[in-house]
Structures are given as C-alpha cells and as structure tokens.
C-alpha cells in the first residue's frame, strides 16, 4: 500500500530516511521495547504486591512490535533493547526476536538484546544467541536465597544462577544490574563484585527511582551510589573507564578483579545531557524520558498507517524534555505514578 509522504521527511527514495533527532539536537539511536508488563516476581522497589496489569487486548501484537521496531530502524535507531515486566513471560517472544534478527544480518541494526530477570533464561539462552542476540542484562541483587525471596516476594535464585550459566555457556556475555539500597545490601556488594568477576561479568549498581507506589518507603532504602562509591574506595581500587555502551552507566575498573563496575546514579549524577534513548510500552505508549508521565500513544497511528506512526513518533522526540526531574531529597512519594515494571527500567 502507497502512504503518502509525512510532512517533513524527504520524498526523494534515493535520500536515506532521516534520523530521529530532539529539540536539543540529541539523536536517538537507542529503542527500549517493552512486550509486556507482566512479570514471574514481585520486585519491592519496581511493583506493588498486588498489580494490575494491562489486559492482554491492549497490547501490541508481536507482528506490530516488529513493525514498530521497523520504523525506528530505518530512521536511526542502531541498538534495541528488549525488556518488559520479564520479557521472557510473553508468549511465543521469541518469534520476535527471530523476526528482528533480520536487521542485525542486514546491518541496519548493530545490537539487540534484553534485560531479564533471569528465571527463564536457562529455557531461551540458546535460541537467543541464535538470532544474534550477544549480550543480556540480568537483575539480581544479592545472593543470598532468603533474602532474594525477600526482595522478589516469590523468586526462586536458583533459577535465576541456571538461566546466568545457560547464557554463558550459550556465548552471551552477561551484565549483572543490582539495585543498590541501605542494609544488608552495603554488606553484600563485595559478594556481588567478585562473583560476577570471576565469572567474567561485568556488573552495574543502580540507584533506586521514585517510579510508581510500591508500598513501602523509599527514603529507608534509598542509597546514593556517590556515597556507596567512596566506601567501596576504602576497599577496592578503583579507576574511571572511558569504556562503554552507549548507556547512562558511568564505569570503574576494580584493579583486583580486573572486571568492571558500572554505576548508574540517576538521582545524584543527572546523566540527561547525553540521552539517545526512548522507550515503548507494551501497550504501544512512547515515553521519551523515563522520569517523565507524558507519552505518546502509537497504537492507533500504527493501525492507521506507518507514515502516521513515523508523525506521531516525530513530534513526541522533538518534545523531548531536557532532563529528568528525579531528586534525591524528595523520595517519600514517587515522582510518576507508573511503576518501572511498565517500561523495564
């Protein structure tokens, strides 16, 4: 079907498509795709105990999630993030990823890949590393199996430490994430650090965001990664990498591992400035700023046709707002209602 041409793109076909670029000249290259907001845990510091979750009617069709991903593709995104809730919960998801990996042999896609929490990536490792997929983010934050029950209100570790050795022994290269908080977290880390890399993991520490009423009390356990930082100093040497992904992650390299360590401290270093990123929920919404309750919606654009998706998606990034508003001194009530399970972080 021929669409007419969206005002402001070039009609020229021999012009390659223009890329997704922001009022503050930021080119987004990054998409983070949501397939769901359902998830196999209950995280304290991403959900509630009791969700509600999105009926499944809402939600973009796996044939739409690859169109969608289509169009930002052509026009600039080179990195795709899967995610959710736990991506690996959709059903029949990895015949979307099977369906994107054709943008990685074409080219036009440089990464795909995921962020999970692990418990069904024993069942998945290997067909992802077979449609291209060479890295994964997994969440866990301890390790012990009493209080990984704690956290997750249900999760089961082991799982969790089968899916990691599955994606290893698959090729993937694993990140751990681990949400840094007050307590017995601060008493852990060092566990986490040499765990990770003496499996030749990176990990990445995160500070806790104000998203979504969780029902417990944010300002107990929230932990600024400035002040984590200067204790792990007083026991690891630590120097400053230039190395990353393209993310938020600022990363140190820990001179007796060897391995690195990545920080993502939303709260107390804004990291705005060099945003490339939007994200996409499950239910076909475009949010450009994770601290942000605006969205776009591009399901009913899309169900029209792609010329009026591609001006739905060009108006929302021109909106894009410079920064976050996330503050440190201000964690007693979330600063959106949305939960992270909504857009995976």
Request: with cysteine.
């Amino acid at each position: 079907m021929h669409h007419a041409p969206v005002p402001g793109t070039p009609c020229r076909a021999d012009l390659p498509p223009a890329p997704f670029v922001d009022g503050f000249g930021r080119r987004v290259s990054y998409l983070r795709l949501s397939v769901t907001d359902r998830c196999d845990l209950r995280c304290t510091y991403c959900m509630a105990e009791t969700m509600t979750f999105r009926p499944k009617r809402e939600l973009l069709s796996l044939e739409e999630l690859a169109r969608l991903s289509a169009l930002f593709i052509r026009h600039g995104v080179r990195k795709l993030r899967i995610t959710g809730g736990e991506p690996l919960v959709r059903r029949d998801v990895m015949d979307l990823f099977g369906d994107l990996s054709r943008h990685l042999r074409s080219g036009a896609l440089h990464e795909l890949t995921l962020t999970t929490n692990g418990t069904l990536l024993a069942r998945h490792a290997g067909a992802l590393a077979a449609c291209g997929v060479r890295r994964v983010n997994v969440s866990l934050d301890t390790l012990d199996p009493a209080r990984y029950r704690a956290i997750t209100r249900r999760g089961d570790i082991r799982m969790v430490l089968a899916g990691i050795e599955a994606a290893r022994e698959a090729g993937l290269k694993v990140k751990i994430n681990a949400l840094a908080s007050r307590g017995a977290f601060e008493s852990e880390v060092d566990d986490l650090i040499r765990f990770a890399h003496r499996r030749g993991m990176d990990l990445t520490l995160i500070e806790e965001m104000p998203l979504g009423d969780t029902g417990l009390d944010r300002r107990a356990s929230v932990l600024s990664l400035r002040e984590l930082q200067a204790d792990l100093a007083s026991r690891w040497t630590l120097a400053p990498e230039r190395a990353g992904t393209g993310g938020p992650a600022r990363y140190l390299r820990v001179a007796e591992t060897g391995g690195m360590l990545g920080l993502i401290s939303p709260l107390s270093c804004n990291f705005c400035a060099l945003c490339n990123r939007v994200r996409v929920s499950c239910d076909g919404r475009l949010f450009t700023c994770m601290g942000e309750e605006g969205s776009v919606d591009l399901r009913a654009p899309l169900r029209r046709s792609e010329g009026a998706a591609l001006q739905a998606i060009r108006q929302a990034i021109r909106a894009k707002p410079e920064r976050h508003r996330f503050d440190l001194a201000r964690m007693a009530e979330p600063a959106v209602a949305r939960h992270m399970s909504a857009l995976g972080g």
